[in-house]
């Protein structure tokens, strides 16, 4: 049996691919209006051109804000009968994530999607809900908005659960911690991801920079696609920067240090005031995880998103692999800036094969084993995953208060944000 799935804010088709990929799931219409920068407008991501050339279906560019939850069945081309087994629904989080500062204080108008998510749930009733969003959709100043989610779900019989993960624990190459919010009809058993893993656990080695640059296959598309320095005095300020792991703090002691800085880096020395700021123009490490990779990742000067030795930006290829797409996905016809913003953007493909895998299970009552997990291309091996001591993996590192918290939500009580490493 196919199971079928509708994908709504589906960007470059990272929550989709996961699906995609698993046998017995199949995407049956997606959604996405291609915003970019909010000062580009409308269509100008054209990350649909990049779903169609990997899932092989062409999302609908609907203003899903705007859409009435009653009509979105005929917007999409869906038959009134056709079932839908799973919906992915991950409106934008950047009103949530708190790297816009002006987020602790001010609440984005693009946050209320989150309520419209439950209100095409409702409306297309499918068997599954997921979600992936920033992890402040769950404890941030503006939770009200996963609160009311989760009302309307538990309203139309859904059981609803909502947890804050690294994703390091589950293979991800990558320091990125998100929410991931699953919701199950009655007569379905909800399940979280950390049941997927319980009794087993990633090496260490396998989240880190090195497995995952080196796994990149040499014939994989884009390799070698990176923008070039923006001036001369860019590419000598990366070449004075240490290698494997290196900031740009130790140029207030190279002998060009004066030239090399820019004038925010020496405020911020004669301040002392350091905060973050290092990750600014800093190399990856290649035995640590990569930072989290953020949308606007095509520049060095973004964050620390150097190639750990070579004097350039991690190409899109490596920072596609680092967060967790295969060797064949390739990026569409579109600005190489966008190609970054595609990944930034994107839930991980190794992640979402995992939730596939979940909602298998929740739908047939058949487990996969962990190591059936792995999704081929990626920097996940099977021999990556091994015997974990400890038999409650999800609950292994939380504070009692939390995981009494976590036990009552997974067992359907109405759900509230907890938190999970």
């Keep these: 049996m196919m199971f079928n799935v509708v994908d709504l804010f589906s960007g470059a088709g990272g929550m989709s691919l996961g699906f995609h990929r698993h046998p017995e799931f199949q995407l049956v219409a997606a959604a996405d209006i291609e915003l970019g920068k909010p000062s580009a407008g409308k269509g100008k991501l054209q990350c649909n051109t990049t779903f169609l050339k990997n899932i092989g279906l062409a999302p609908a560019p609907l203003d899903l804000s705007t859409v009435p939850p009653r009509e979105l069945r005929r917007e999409l081309g869906l038959a009134a009968d056709l079932h839908i ?21 001010r609440d984005d108008r693009r946050n209320s999607l989150v309520q419209r998510a439950a209100e095409f749930a409702a409306a297309l009733a499918p068997d599954i809900v997921v979600m992936e969003n920033a992890r402040e959709l769950l404890r941030g100043n503006f939770k009200h908005h996963y609160d009311s989610f989760c009302d309307c779900l538990s309203a139309h019989g859904y059981r609803v659960s909502g947890a804050n993960h690294m994703l390091t624990k589950f293979g991800l190459p990558q320091i990125r911690e998100r929410a991931i919010v699953v919701a199950a009809r009655a007569g379905y058993e909800l399940r979280v991801p950390g049941d997927l893993w319980r009794g087993m656990r990633v090496r260490e080695t396998a989240t880190h920079v090195r497995q995952a640059l080196a796994s990149i296959t040499p014939d994989a598309p884009q390799h070698d696609l990176y923008p070039g320095f923006s001036s001369e005095l860019v590419r ?27 004038a925010a880096m020496k405020r911020i020395v004669s301040r002392n005031r350091i905060g973050s700021y290092p990750d600014v123009y800093g190399r990856m490490a290649w035995d640590r995880p990569a930072p989290t990779i953020k949308r606007e990742c095509a520049h060095i000067g973004n964050g620390r998103y150097a190639h750990p030795e070579e004097d350039r930006l991690c190409s899109v290829r490596e920072m596609a692999k680092l967060q967790g797409f295969p060797d064949d996905f390739v990026f569409g016809d579109t600005a190489v800036s966008n190609m970054y913003r595609h990944i930034g953007d994107a839930v991980p493909p190794l992640i979402s094969f995992q939730l596939a895998h979940l909602c298998h299970w929740m739908l047939t009552g058949e487990k996969s084993h962990p190591r059936r997990i792995v999704l081929p291309g990626t920097s996940l091996r099977t021999e990556d995953i091994v015997q974990h001591e400890q038999e409650e993996f999800e609950y292994a590192s939380l504070p009692r208060r939390s995981v009494s918290r976590r036990r009552a939500q997974t067992s359907g009580v109405p759900c509230r944000a907890a938190n999970a490493v």
Excluded: K, Y
């Design 85 to 105: 087994h799973v919906l992915s629904v991950c409106p934008p989080c950047t009103g949530f994530s708190r790297q816009n500062p002006l987020n602790h204080v």
């Design 236 to 262: 000598r300020r990366l070449h004075a920067i240490p290698h494997d792991g290196g900031s740009w703090m130790s140029l207030a002691r190279h002998a060009d240090g004066d030239e090399l800085m820019t």
